[in-house]
């Protein structure tokens, strides 16, 4: 019976302490924020698609010749300083193609066409060559773009941008409240669920959103001679 006593004095020690020490945390305080950051950079890479097209009335002399265009095309892309591997063939078609005369409907033959993607890695190589293209009458030029090799390495500093405008935040909103520490408690690319303790729900503040920069849907964007590069962090401090 000493035996069960002692077991049973002992679990209920524990119990208490383990009460004891979840009391306070459910009587914790916390802030939401949501900040949004930009990092601008110079492109330093583009692309550009290329359409090919021939018409003829036999499929075959139709298909041939777009061969022929095609391989002159990436012959004169090689020697400019492009890549086999930056060369992506996106679409190939073949159809009947009809003029109206008369009221009636006449056949011209078979239009064969293929769109091709151009990626530069070396933008500086760009001007020469899409103005070469350009003088190419049998060539449409369009979708040009501008690019970074390091767009990733843009993009984390932009959340670290993102992280340490929301760190500042912080701070001028603690030195304004009776609290006086912040620590982090959760930190996410997108919606945060604000963290309410069972006991006092009230005790979290409203989410404050920092709309110092609007981001868009897009995470990146072109700009005339720029790229931005948009990033939104939420993160949730609990204070003391």
């Known amino acids: 019976m000493k035996h069960f006593f002692s077991l049973a004095f002992i679990l209920t020690l524990v119990i208490g302490c383990t009460n004891n020490q979840d009391s306070p945390r459910s009587s914790f305080k916390t802030i939401l924020l949501k900040s949004d950051a930009k990092i601008e950079a110079v492109p330093d890479r583009a692309s550009f ?15 041939e010749c777009l061969i022929q ?9 090689l020697e400019s300083g492009v890549d086999q591997d930056d060369l992506f063939t996106t679409a190939i078609d073949m159809r ?7 009221n009636t409907r006449v056949f011209r033959g078979y239009q064969s066409s293929t769109r091709i993607r151009v990626k ?4 500086d190589d760009l001007a020469e ?3 070469k293209l350009l003088e190419d009458k049998n060539l449409n030029l369009s979708g040009l773009s501008y690019e970074h090799s390091k767009l990733d390495s843009l993009k984390n500093q932009a959340y670290l941008k993102a992280l ?3 760190d500042l935040l912080a701070e001028e909103l603690v030195q304004q409240l009776p609290e006086s520490s912040k620590e982090v408690l959760k930190i996410g690319n997108t919606k945060l669920t604000a963290s309410h303790p069972q006991s006092q729900p ?3 503040y409203e989410m404050i959103e920092e709309e110092v920069s609007k981001v868009q849907n897009r995470s990146v964007a072109i700009n005339p001679g720029m790229i931005s590069v948009y990033a939104t962090l939420f993160v949730e401090y609990q204070i003391d």
Do not use: P
Request: net charge positive.
């Open 129 to 131: 060559m899409y103005t």
């Open 164 to 166: 340490k405008k929301a």
């Open 69 to 77: 265009k095609s391989n002159a095309l990436t012959k004169n892309l």
């Open 96 to 102: 009947r193609e009809y003029r109206w005369q008369n």
């Open 120 to 123: 530069v890695k070396n933008i």
């Open 49 to 63: 698609y290329v359409e090919l097209t021939c018409l003829d009335r036999s499929i075959k002399s139709s298909k």
């Open 202 to 204: 009230s005790y979290n």
